[in-house]
């Protein structure tokens, strides 16, 4: 079965400084993997995703995120934060061999971002 | 990218009255959407997987007499939650993936709905 686990429920961080939030996972066959974030009362906005090739994955606003299959993780990173990127954000798997295609959701980790 | 729509965003209703939330991809097809619920302060819980032209299918412990689930056309989704009681208020989140795209597209969000059952 496949699973994600987000080990912190906050992340707090001064603005312009750099931001890494966490993400393993766990999947039977190759992974895709997805970034996400949500704002008070909304649903979730795309930011990025890994399927395949490089593992340095580039996504919207400025952020990134790294694949690294030996330690199986998909962290979450930007160079400096801004204090409207705080936000929930959530880390999802998708088995790419699995008999459906659902999405797996992490806990999720609040950034927060001081001025 | 792709838009969700989810109607209504907000619903107030009387217990044992039977509340009905729409999802539509406004710009692309989809044979599958899927519909989340989200706790305060907690993950997105998967209910059920709606598919186009044939019955969803349901996590385990989701009652599927309960939320009922159509998907009648390719645009469209839709949660019916049936004799409502308080403990069945949250936030319901549909979600959708291109059918161009149906491998290892993204999933697309709607807005969410916040149901409040008196």
């Known amino acids: 079965a496949q699973s994600v686990a987000q080990p912190e429920d906050q992340v707090n961080v001064a603005e312009g400084n750099p931001l890494t939030v966490k993400c393993t996972y766990s999947?039977?066959?190759?992974?895709?993997l997805f970034w996400y974030v949500q704002y008070p009362n909304r649903g979730l906005q795309f930011l990025l995703k890994y399927i395949t090739g490089d593992n340095l994955v580039k996504g919207s606003y400025g952020f990134e995120a790294e694949f690294n299959k030996s330690q199986t993780s998909f962290h979450l990173k930007k160079p400096s934060a801004l204090v409207s990127d705080s936000a929930l954000y959530f880390c999802a798997v998708r088995d790419s061999g699995g008999a459906t295609n659902k999405l797996i959701f992490g806990t999720g980790t609040l950034l927060a971002v001081q001025p | 990218g792709a838009v969700v729509s989810q109607h209504p965003s907000r619903v107030i209703c009387k217990s044992g009255t039977s509340v009905k939330i729409e999802c539509r991809s406004l710009?692309?097809?989809?044979?599958?959407m899927f519909w989340y619920r989200q706790f305060p302060k907690q993950s997105l819980m998967l209910m059920a997987t709606?598919?186009?032209?044939?019955?969803?299918?349901?996590e385990q412990g989701v009652e599927k007499d309960k939320f009922l689930i159509n998907h009648a056309s390719l645009t469209l989704s839709t949660l019916t939650v049936t004799s409502a009681h308080p403990e069945d208020s949250s936030f319901y989140i549909c979600?959708?993936?291109?059918?161009?795209?149906?491998?290892?597209?993204?999933?697309?969000f709607g807005e969410g709905s916040r149901l409040t059952v008196l």
């Open positions: 710009d692309f097809q989809a044979t599958t």
């Open positions: 979600s959708a993936r291109d059918l161009a795209n149906h491998n290892t597209g993204e999933l697309f």
């Open positions: 709606s598919n186009e032209g044939s019955k969803a299918t349901y």
């Open positions: 999947v039977s066959g190759n992974p895709y």
